[in-house]
Structures are given as C-alpha cells and as structure tokens.
C-alpha cells in the first residue's frame, strides 16, 4: 500500500509539473500572439500606458526603444540600458528634437542624403558642440548649434542643431545611454 501512495504520489507531482508546463506554455504562445510579449507605443510610454505588471516591457515604435515597468504607475516606465538607438529625422534648418527616453552619453550623427559630414557629441563635451568629420577629411569643433542633451524627465534625449540640421537632409543618429 505504500509503494502505491509513493507512486500515486509521484503521478500527482508529475501531473502537477505538465500543468505547470502547461500553463507556462500558454503564456508563452499568449506573449508570442502579442509580439513577443512586449506591448508596442509609438513613443516614450512614459504618462501614457499603465504597466499591465512590474518587469513589463514596451517597445517604443517612434524611437526603437525598450522599456520596462519598475512600477504599476504610468510614469514607472524607463528605458533599458546599454542599447544604443539608431534611428533617422528630417533636418528642417532649425532645432529638431529627438525624444529617446533616456539621456544619451553620446551621439553621433550623419548626413544620409549626401553623404558628406558626421558630427559627434560626448556627455564630456560642453552643450551644444560637436565634432565635425566632413568628406574632405577635416575635423573641426563646432563651438556652438552641435548637439544639446535633454535632462528633463519624461523628455529624456538630446536636440540637434542648426548647423547639423540642414533643411530637407535625411539625418541618421546613434545614441548611447
């Protein structure tokens, strides 16, 4: 009798570990049928979706982005560290503003449309500046209308300026946390 209560026993834990497997599973297919599990947002969530859990993630469709809920608020949002976003705006030949979610340590620009001038900017760097590598192959500093880092919560990222931000040019960036 006590081998059958050690094998009944036994069969209850496996049935136990096949619901278990189970119920992972479905979860598994349920975050697969909702894209891999993350929810997307164009743009930072940040004061717009409440998290569904804490460890939630979201992908920010505007900005490449990841973020995570550290909370159950709407403002629990913050950005994944360590990845660097890539991403392109239309130069207008004034400011433009990039809203990444976080402020970046470093960026780094390029003129898609022709091709002809990189600039550079590092958090050790004053505002506004940037390093110019240009097609002829000179670098200079720019001492001013570079690249700007915005500190301002929930509008974390960095503004691109004039100088950079040539009218009707497509302008690739990378930026760093």
């Known amino acids: ?3 059958t209560n050690i094998t009944n026993a036994a069969l209850r834990a496996q049935i136990v570990s096949g619901e278990t497997m189970l119920g992972q599973l479905a979860q598994a297919v349920r975050q697969v049928l909702r894209g ?4 997307t ?10 998290p569904q859990n804490r460890g939630e993630r979201v992908w ?5 982005r990841e973020f995570v809920a550290t909370g159950l608020t709407n403002t629990s949002w913050f950005p994944t560290t360590g990845v660097p976003v890539t991403a392109e705006v239309s130069g207008t030949g004034s400011t433009v503003t990039v809203n990444l979610g976080f402020t970046p340590s470093y960026v780094m620009t390029l003129n898609l449309t ?9 958090d050790t760097m004053a505002n506004g500046t940037a390093i110019e590598h240009n097609k002829a192959g000179s670098i200079q500093q720019l001492a001013s209308e570079g ?4 500190t301002t919560a929930g509008s974390e990222g960095f503004q ?8 009707s040019k497509r302008i690739a960036y990378v930026a760093h946390p």
């Open 147 to 150: 690249i700007t880092p915005i």
């Open 160 to 167: 691109i300026g004039t100088t950079i931000s040539e009218s």
């Open 1 to 3: 009798m006590s081998t």
């Open 41 to 50: 947002n164009a743009g930072n969530p940040n004061g717009v979706l409440t």
């Open 36 to 39: 891999n599990g993350n929810r």
């Open 60 to 64: 920010d469709t505007t900005n490449s």
């Open 114 to 122: 022709d091709f002809d001038v990189q600039y550079e900017w590092t």
